[in-house]
């Protein structure tokens, strides 16, 4: 079975220059989630989409950060502008449940972004 | 190809009683191994791993690395129905010139009274 996918999995860029980064769920996973991990801290849930619907985003910093999921598939979430304190591993993680509901998680390998 | 294999998916034990979680893994250049308490939605960071023998401890929660055998235990002491949650272990690694963490399929322990 083929898990999350995503890309790229580094990234360097200088503070106030734009990234996006790109994740493919796991076929069939009707949610997706999006996490902001830095180092030795647990994820921070950025945003939770059902299909192509946003669930929660109640943590996403929506001045700068950005996320879609148009086809209910695969998704993108962009940082403009990005700030030092963006460096982090990026999730994404999906799961089965057709309801907003708590379900096994499947992660991705991350995307490890730092700002210079 | 980067590998986490937990053990086991799923177990079910009384209150009070004591569990190991198994976590085994395959990875290119090994960074750190890592755990996770997932109950709702983000999981919970437990400990992170570098060196082998070393054990972490915090409160009834305890872990230990082999980097030899390539394996990390996760134990609970004392174990309340407030432990019941899938318990993921990941490892960082740099493989294939991507840095990039592995995902265990994780345990999920349910705690009865």
């Known amino acids: 079975e083929a898990g999350v996918a995503q890309s790229p999995r580094y990234k360097i860029i200088e503070k106030r220059q734009s990234v996006a980064f790109w994740c493919n769920p796991i076929s069939g996973h009707a949610t997706l989630y999006w996490y902001q991990q830095i180092l030795g801290q647990g994820p921070k849930l950025l945003i939770q989409f059902q299909n192509n619907g946003v669930v929660d985003d109640s943590q996403l910093p929506k001045d700068r950060f950005s996320a879609e999921r148009l086809k209910g598939v695969d998704s993108t979430l962009k940082i403009q502008p990005a700030k030092l304190e963006d460096s982090a591993v990026y999730l994404c993680a999906s799961s089965l449940a057709q309801t907003a509901s708590t379900d096994t998680q499947y992660f991705g390998p991350g995307t490890r972004l730092t700002v210079l | 190809e980067d590998k986490v294999v937990q053990s086991p998916l799923s177990l079910v034990v009384h209150e009070g009683d004591t569990v190991t979680l198994n976590c085994s893994y395959e990875v290119t250049n090994f960074r750190s191994l890592l755990w996770y308490k997932q109950e709702k939605k983000a999981p919970t960071f437990l400990f992170m791993l570098?060196?082998?023998?070393i054990e972490k401890k915090s409160g009834r929660l305890s872990s230990i690395l082999d980097k030899k055998e390539l394996f990390s235990i996760l134990n609970i002491t004392a174990t309340q129905t407030g432990d019941s949650a899938v318990y993921l272990c990941?490892?960082?690694?740099?493989?294939?010139?991507?840095?990039?963490?592995?995902f265990g399929k994780g345990t999920h322990l349910i705690i009865q009274p």
């Open positions: 570098t060196s082998s023998g």
């Open positions: 990941a490892v960082e690694g740099s493989g294939g010139g991507a840095d990039g963490l592995t």
